[in-house]
């Protein structure tokens, strides 16, 4: 997630706004920016080599990188209203989701009556806010949160395709949300989400741009948070 902070390093310098989406290469926990509560299992787990442990430089809490597809988007919103400004910038998901005959709207409740009280305090999809898009009967498919500079915005997301129901279990003591399949395979499924992001972000311009040797060693450079 360096690469995350250093977009948000790049938009702050006055640099274009970035969209990120990416996968994981092996299962890795996710914590909040000032998540101070840490299950004592999940060392435990890091140290049997079952998931990798990073801190996140976003809000919210425990975020379990596997079966998912994670977006980041540094961007700098019209709007300082922390509420408005997580509706403009996930309207590019709720776009994808309705085309596909899925509606997300957001959250405000309790995402499942299967989640415990552990998860309630540790696991990031155990409840749904109004930061977060649920389905029509509650359950969350996508979680963020954000980190302000000024007005510089970097929003974090974690959208859910097949969480790994032992590893989660293992995780948060529970079974992941019971979700309905998504009519995409993983190239669809990024193809609808740029579409989308394409229109609602940037009135239908995306440029593709790799990261340069030298911006790899920035971003190699950069401290732990």
Not at 56 to 85: I, K
Not at 146 to 174: E, K, Y
Request: charged share 15%; glycine share 10%; net charge neutral.
């Amino acid at each position: 997630m360096a690469i995350d902070r250093w977009m948000l390093d790049q938009l702050e310098a006055g640099g274009s706004p970035c969209l990120r989406l990416y996968r994981w290469s092996r299962p890795t926990l996710s914590l909040g920016r000032h998540q101070r509560r840490l299950e004592p299992h999940w060392q435990a787990l890091a140290e049997q080599g079952l998931l990798e442990l990073v801190r996140r430089p976003s809000g919210g809490r425990a975020v379990l990188h596997a079966g998912e597809l994670t977006y980041a988007l540094a961007c700098r919103p019209t709007s300082a209203n922390r509420a408005q400004a997580y509706r403009v910038c996930c309207h590019w998901l709720q776009d994808a989701f309705a085309r596909a005959g899925l509606p997300l709207a957001f959250g405000g409740g309790a995402a499942g009556s299967s989640f415990g009280e552990a998860q309630q305090r540790s696991s990031c999809f155990a409840t749904a806010t109004a930061a977060d898009l649920v389905h029509s009967d509650g359950t969350k498919r996508i979680g963020s949160a954000q980190l302000w500079r000024g007005p510089h915005l970097l929003q974090h997301g974690s959208l859910l395709l097949t969480p790994p129901a032992p590893l989660w279990q293992s995780v948060f003591g529970g079974a992941p949300p019971a979700l309905a399949p998504l009519p995409w395979d993983s190239c669809a499924l990024e193809q609808a989400l740029r579409h989308s992001a394409e229109q609602a972000l940037c009135d239908g311009g995306l440029v593709e741009q790799p990261l340069s040797p030298e911006e790899c060693q920035q971003i190699e450079r950069m401290a732990p948070l």
